[in-house]
């Protein structure tokens, strides 16, 4: 059996932890690796408590002042994967689903579709909010159904699932492997998310490339991306700033562009009832209850604190 390790870095994200292990486990990730870093919402207790169930592995990080926190959350991951490099890699963020339409929606069948890449560049969806204004502990699966349409340029960008970690100086980057070694160009086969090779410049990786204008596809998978689920949660997103740099985009500007909800999609709901039921499941173990609890109750408090700085 292949191992399959999803990598994502977290801060902050408690309420939303139980649904997207829970998910990302039910669609084939045998193994999953979440790096966090300066959270407030009690997140990393959390994210312990599933460590102990064998459910996860967590990876505190301390980044530095002058760390760039995403780029060195990676860079322990890579320490700790290259020991025994995984069958298939992918890096995703804690408000993104990978969103498999071959067969049964497995990450399984989504590789059998396409057996002679050894990368797949998924595309984003982006979601809006629905009209929310009020974050709620509610699955995201279910609340976020409106999303922007496939020719808008906030779906350019993609993630990447893919073999052969070790044919990159960067195998973890937020969008996919970076800067392939010479020597390994010639087995790379890159393909998008219908499953079409894409010119080589996509196999090196060494600067940061969007999909083409109009060439948007999600044929066999696309990434729903959660970038901004409500208001209250999008205040948390713009408090924590970006992972790559001290700086804050413009809160006002970054939600308008982002928060799309042109379209209905419906897409990932085959999976809802059998996440709630992972999650239920979970919640079962009174010390997992238990953490998440606390995590909503810190997140409420951290939410209050921010909406009152925001008026």
């Known amino acids: 059996m292949a191992n399959v390790t999803l990598v994502a870095t977290m801060r902050d994200e408690g309420p939303y932890l139980l649904e997207w292990v829970a998910y990302h486990r039910l669609i084939g990730f045998t193994d999953i690796v979440v790096c966090s870093n300066d959270c407030v919402d009690g997140s990393p207790a959390l994210l312990d408590a599933l460590q102990g169930r064998g459910l996860l592995r967590h990876i505190p990080c301390g980044p530095g002042p002058d760390d760039k926190a995403q780029l060195f959350a990676y860079r322990q991951a890579e320490a700790v994967l290259s020991r025994a490099w995984p069958d298939v890699l992918m890096v995703l963020d804690g408000d993104e689903f990978l969103n498999i339409h071959v067969g049964q929606g497995t990450v399984a069948e989504l590789l059998d579709a396409v057996p002679q890449a050894?990368?797949?560049?998924?595309?984003?969806?982006?979601?809006?909010?629905?009209?929310?204004?009020?974050?709620?502990?509610?699955?995201?699966?279910?609340?976020?159904?409106?999303?922007?349409?496939?020719?808008?340029?906030?779906?350019?960008?993609?993630?990447?699932?893919?073999?052969?970690?070790?044919?990159?100086?960067?195998?973890?980057?937020?969008?996919g492997p970076g800067f392939a070694r010479p020597e390994a160009l010639p087995r790379l086969r890159v393909v998008?998310?219908?499953g079409l090779p894409l010119p080589e410049r996509y196999a090196r990786a060494e600067e940061f490339l969007?999909?083409?204008?109009?060439?948007?596809?999600?044929?066999?998978?696309?990434?729903?991306?959660?970038?901004?689920?409500?208001?209250?949660?999008?205040?948390?997103?713009?408090?924590?700033?970006?992972?790559?740099?001290?700086?804050?985009?413009?809160?006002?500007?970054?939600?308008?562009?982002?928060?799309?909800?042109?379209?209905?999609?419906?897409?990932?709901?085959?999976?809802?009832?059998?996440?709630?039921?992972?999650?239920?499941?979970?919640?079962?173990?009174?010390?997992?209850?238990?953490?998440?609890?606390?995590?909503?109750?810190?997140?409420?408090?951290h939410v209050e604190t921010l909406a009152e700085d925001a008026r």
């Not at 560049?121 to 009209?131: D, E, L, T, V, Y």
């Not at 408090?239 to 804050?248: K, Q």
């Open 192 to 194: 998008d998310g219908a």
């Open 210 to 301: 969007q999909t083409e204008p109009g060439a948007v596809t999600w044929q066999l998978a696309q990434v729903n991306h959660y970038n901004t689920r409500s208001w209250q949660d999008y205040l948390v997103k713009h408090r924590r700033g970006g992972g790559l740099g001290p700086e804050r985009w413009d809160r006002d500007s970054n939600w308008e562009a982002f928060n799309r909800n042109e379209e209905i999609d419906l897409s990932i709901g085959r999976h809802a009832a059998a996440t709630e039921q992972a999650i239920a499941e979970l919640l079962s173990d009174p010390l997992i209850r238990n953490c998440h609890e606390r995590c909503l109750h810190l997140y409420r408090s």
């Open 118 to 175: 050894t990368a797949m560049m998924i595309n984003w969806r982006i979601f809006g909010s629905a009209g929310h204004e009020s974050w709620s502990a509610d699955p995201v699966l279910r609340r976020y159904r409106h999303a922007a349409a496939r020719d808008h340029g906030v779906n350019r960008s993609f993630k990447t699932l893919f073999r052969h970690p070790e044919s990159y100086h960067c195998p973890l980057l937020p969008h």
